[in-house]
């Protein structure tokens, strides 16, 4: 059996976020689906084509050995924030994958951070290489990570139809 899009990740998260603990859900059913993103308890604060912002506070288990929040950590938030903005992007007939991830560690991490991941508008079209930029900023407003994260966005599978 193939695997069909239902409702994209932007049509569940509209439809939670004005719910109380809406947004917590939305992000919950998102780790669900990839359990990884679990380890850093993500908070989708939006979500739309074109850009998506999702915040983590600074807590023990995301520390490193000096008390700053984790480089893995800021790149797998990165990562978070990125694969949904695609996945709340484009067209359903479309598939995407990670190809690559340049980062750049810019200053210490010590507070809660919010990463805010966009994606430029384009005709979708033949496969191509896709760049996904991602700011992250602490609660002042510095930058604390840029990344740049390129996805390879191609046909997917095609779906059985009923005349087929």
Known sequence: M???RIRSPYA???RLEGLPLGRWLFTRLICL??????SIRPVFRDLG???ATVFIRKRRRVQNHIGT???LAMGNLCELGAGLVMESTLPP???WIPKGM???YLAKAETDITAVATLQERPWGTAADVPVEVSVRDAGGTEVVHATITMYVSAGKPTPT???
């Open 69 to 71: 929040i984790h480089a």
């Open 93 to 95: 007939e479309l598939r």
């Open 49 to 51: 084509p074109g850009s």
């Open 162 to 164: 009923d005349d087929a």
């Open 12 to 14: 569940i998260y509209r």
């Open 33 to 38: 689906r990839a359990p990884y993103f679990s």
């Open 102 to 104: 340049s980062i750049s």
């Open 2 to 4: 193939t695997e069909q």
